[in-house]
């Protein structure tokens, strides 16, 4: 994995100013909902790769706990706006109260697939990370949500 230390928020930025007019094409040959399926499906695999490269360049064993130290990678520059409910070894559950990845997509106008840009990778970016922790979340603020409920527990195998 290349680290760099460019914010995520300005990562994502470059990453959709590439991905607009590639994705815009797909629609005009595919149609929007292949389109979508195509461009979710990538960008879930991509975090896959992602979450494990992150677990391999910190070169110890992972755990909910190192994963949710990754966090301030994130919300760096005030990119994420949260409040913490809960943090254990089995449990870390925040809501998001802002969050400019959306606010940068809307500007874009990416709104509509904003969420598989970002919101999509998530779930996936932590089973990369660790095939144990598990996220659910029931609405995000991409998606017209008032905040992102964001619950991660870990299997206890």
């Known amino acids: 994995m290349s680290k760099t230390d460019l914010p995520i928020l300005e ?3 470059i990453e959709a100013n590439i991905i607009k007019p590639i994705f815009e094409e797909m629609v005009v040959e595919l149609g929007i ?3 979508k399926d195509i461009l979710g499906t990538a960008i879930r695999k991509n975090a896959i790769e992602q979450g494990k490269a992150y677990a391999y360049s910190q070169g110890q ?3 909910l706990s190192t994963f949710h130290s990754l966090l301030s990678q994130w919300t760096a520059g005030g990119a994420l706006e949260l409040d913490m409910l809960k943090e254990t070894e089995e449990a870390i559950d925040y809501n998001v109260t802002r969050c400019r990845y959306a606010e940068m997509y809307k500007e874009m106008g990416l709104s509509e697939i904003g969420h598989l840009l ?3 990778r998530d779930g996936t970016f932590c089973k990369g990370y660790d095939p144990n922790i598990n996220l659910e979340r029931s609405q995000t603020i991409m998606q017209g ?3 992102c409920d964001f619950r991660y527990t870990v299997n206890s195998e």
Request: charged letters at 25%; proline letters at 7%.
């Open 11 to 13: 990562q994502r930025r």
């Open 33 to 35: 909902d292949k389109a």
């Open 61 to 63: 064993p992972t755990s």
């Open 118 to 120: 970002s919101c999509g």
């Open 145 to 147: 949500a008032t905040h």
